[in-house]
């Protein structure tokens, strides 16, 4: 066996080095071959393997058990972070979706974590899945999904945005958006933004929502229904939290100088808001029962006064009559009926 310096790559070389390489009694600390307490062929001398490095000093017999009781801490220490959160905390979490894909999620933690086996790097993998978005948003939509496995992924707690916070990013980074005609998000819009954008242009409370016809996203005056802009998956906006619905329904409804309700007072108070549009009825009266809610065609427009028909609603350029809401406005009759 050559045990010259040459061969063993020596850092000091030397002529009176004659032992470089295996061997159960070399002292050399620069070698990383023998200095162990090894039986192996290599130690022993009887096997030239000039490329070995001692990694972890650990008899053969044990590596199995030891890479088994690696897994088992990090599986206990994953389980013991994870008792830390509860439902409805703000979190960060950082793993995989349903794909594999590595994702990290931001929001509140939406149910309490589920042990699931999922895909990883090509194989199943037993892990813990988290749920987490939007509040309110329902477990069952894969976009709020992401699986921590005890090797890789994290959760900590974050700090969740507050209203007036702005933020300038693609529409597809605010919390509960996603590929569905039944989307329906609430926010502070501020217009347009983009790398151009040094502030929000506007404070207007809007919804976001996917328009089938025209195969659109819409982000439109949750007052008015008026679209304010039409953005694509990566258009960047300005926008904020909203403030709580209950909140903004303790708003009075708008009227004009002489108290009368306004084109817009009339929109906020068939939401909810404002005085009661009944006319004649007691404060002492009990509210006539409404008829069962019905399932039919969707039509926007803007209400106007009302009438023997019932309630006129216009069209959004206010150019047409679109029909009438009768007068306890529980249906509605087309003006081409």
């Known amino acids: 066996m050559d045990r010259s310096c040459a061969e063993w790559n020596c850092p ?19 070698c990383r071959l023998c200095c162990h307490d090894c039986d192996c062929d290599v130690c022993t001398g009887t096997v ?13 017999r044990e590596r199995p058990r030891t890479a088994k009781g690696r897994k088992q801490r990090m599986t206990a220490d994953l389980k013991d972070t994870l008792t830390h959160f509860t439902e409805g905390d703000y979190v960060t979490a950082k793993g995989v979706d349903t794909r594999g894909h590595d994702v990290t999620r931001v929001g509140t933690l939406l149910a309490p974590p589920k042990p699931v086996t999922a895909q990883r790097n090509g194989r199943r993998a037993k892990g813990w899945r988290l749920f987490v978005g939007l509040a309110g948003t329902s477990t069952s939509q894969r976009s709020t999904w992401v ?7 994290s959760i900590e707690s974050a700090r969740p945005p507050q209203v007036g916070e702005w933020q300038n990013t693609p529409l597809g980074k605010i919390p509960g958006m ?12 501020g217009g347009k933004g983009g790398k151009r954008s040094a502030e929000p242009t506007q404070n ?4 976001i929502v996917h328009n089938p016809d025209e195969h659109r996203y819409e982000v439109r005056d949750a007052e008015t229904g008026e679209t304010l802009l039409c953005p694509s998956w990566q258009t960047a906006i300005w926008w904020s939290v909203a403030p709580d619905e209950a909140d903004s329904q303790t708003e009075e409804a708008e009227t004009d ?6 084109a817009t007072g009339y929109a906020q108070a068939i939401r909810g808001r404002g005085p009661e549009l009944d006319e004649g009825q007691e404060d002492d009266e009990p509210p006539t029962p409404k008829a069962p809610a019905r399932r039919g065609v969707l039509t926007e427009g803007w209400l106007g006064d009302h009438s023997e028909a019932g309630w006129v609603v ?16 529980t249906s509605f009759t087309p003006a081409d009926q």
């Open 12 to 30: 000091d070389p030397d002529p009176e080095h004659h032992w470089h390489g295996p061997d159960p009694y070399c002292d050399e600390l620069t």
């Open 48 to 60: 030239h393997a000039p490329g070995l490095h001692v990694l972890d000093d650990i008899p053969e």
């Open 147 to 153: 699986t921590l496995f005890p090797d890789a992924g």
């Open 178 to 189: 996603r590929a569905s005609t039944e989307l329906n998000v609430r926010v502070l819009f």
């Open 204 to 207: 207007t409370l809007a919804r």
């Open 257 to 262: 100088e002489s108290g009368t309700l306004t």
């Open 314 to 329: 216009w069209n959004l350029q206010r150019t047409a009559i679109l029909g009438w809401l009768n007068h306890d406005r």
